[in-house]
């Protein structure tokens, strides 16, 4: 009988022991898997860009970038916490194999898996693309490159292209007719090609039915409107005054007369530094000195603002002839309807000029 219960004894201490085995195993898997379980966890789900208190910050993937590309955009600001485990999931992602460009937005606490399937998706972010205050075509083109990753040269070449313009209605002298100013949201990478198709499209939609009416009345074609826009918006930054502006060119235009606008001949001098226009420079010979050649110009001499567009569609009728800017440098103009008023005028604007030694 002892010896009975010795053997019970022994295999029970030995059943335990093996169960105590096998416990532990359990528990070092459970713990380990809870472990890899968390590591996994983090990698995909925790929060893992920085931006030093900011909310939201863009950056660029330029056409043809490779992963270290990619990589260096996203670390020289330390904008990834834990890269590791960010090249990790990239490359069970198989990100590093499809890179794609754009222009993207993370925000403060996204996750290595938002990342990734942003960029991999190429769920870029449109920017808003703004443009005014433009004269000529190579700073349009040098604008438009600042915001967008297609070049100036390229831009500019088509701006250049006599062929290519036709399909769109303009021409080398006044394709600059075709850029509305306004705010526009497009794709960072878009190509220039498809930039000129959507910008053309804006085009036509500016020019809707209650536009198109305001020309018939007005008689003038929608390039013609633009032109003489672009002379109001550069004889007057106020709003409420450019309408008399307008009006003033209007009658001249339907006299017969020279419009005799001072910013045409900045615009054909080509120096945009000129503050008076001297009698010296009226005697160049360019199709934009409107003191030599009656009518308007070949083309804008600027981007006009939308309010000078609508300022002429909708010009005040007066019997204005003449204007001059006012001698307390307001912004505003003193209008005149004779030659004699008109020169009353001049006078004390040129004494104003004297006065603060504007020369030129």
Not at 209 to 235: C, N, P
Not at 248 to 259: A, E, F, I, S, T
């Amino acid at each position: 009988m002892p010896n009975y219960f010795s053997r019970r004894i022994k295999k029970l201490m030995l059943l335990s022991f093996r169960k105590q085995i096998i416990l532990t195993i359990l528990a070092i898997l459970i713990i380990g898997g809870g472990i890899i379980a968390y590591l996994g966890y983090r990698m995909v789900y925790m929060p893992n860009v920085w931006l030093n208190g900011q909310k939201s910050a863009a950056f660029n993937i330029r056409s043809g970038s490779t992963w270290e590309d990619v990589k260096q955009q996203l670390y020289k600001n330390g904008t990834i916490i834990h890269r590791a485990s960010f090249e990790q999931l990239a490359s069970v992602m198989k990100y590093p194999d499809h890179i794609k460009s754009g222009h993207y937005i993370l925000k403060e606490g996204m996750s290595n898996k938002q990342i990734i399937t942003k960029l991999r998706s190429k769920q870029q972010d449109p920017v808003r693309l703004v443009f005014n205050n433009i004269r000529i075509k190579q700073e349009l083109a040098g604008h438009l490159a600042e915001q967008l990753e297609t070049d100036s040269v390229t831009l500019l070449k088509l701006l250049n292209d006599a062929d290519y313009l036709k399909k769109f209605g303009f021409t080398t002298d006044n394709i600059i007719s075709m850029f509305i100013p306004n705010t526009y949201e497009v794709y960072w990478d878009i190509t220039a090609e498809k930039f000129m198709e959507r910008m053309h499209k804006e085009y036509i939609a500016f020019w809707n039915d209650k536009r198109k009416v305001k020309l018939k009345e007005i008689g003038l074609t929608e390039l013609q409107a633009i032109t003489l826009a672009s002379i109001v918006e550069k004889e007057s930054n106020m709003n409420d005054e450019k309408p008399d502006v307008a009006g003033v060119y209007m009658n001249r235009l339907k006299q017969g007369w020279l419009l005799q606008a001072d910013p045409t001949l900045v615009y054909a001098l080509g120096d945009f530094s000129i503050k008076r226009v001297l009698n010296v420079y009226k005697t160049i010979d360019s199709p934009y000195n409107t003191y030599k050649y009656v009518g308007l110009p070949p083309g804008p001499i600027c981007l006009p603002s939308i309010s000078s567009i609508d300022a002429v569609l909708n010009y005040r009728q007066h019997n204005y002839m003449y204007f001059c800017a006012r001698e307390d440098f307001s912004g505003y103009h003193n209008f005149a309807v004779t030659m004699n008023e008109h020169l009353l005028n001049a006078a004390k604007y040129q004494q104003a000029l004297n006065k603060r030694g504007i020369m030129k």
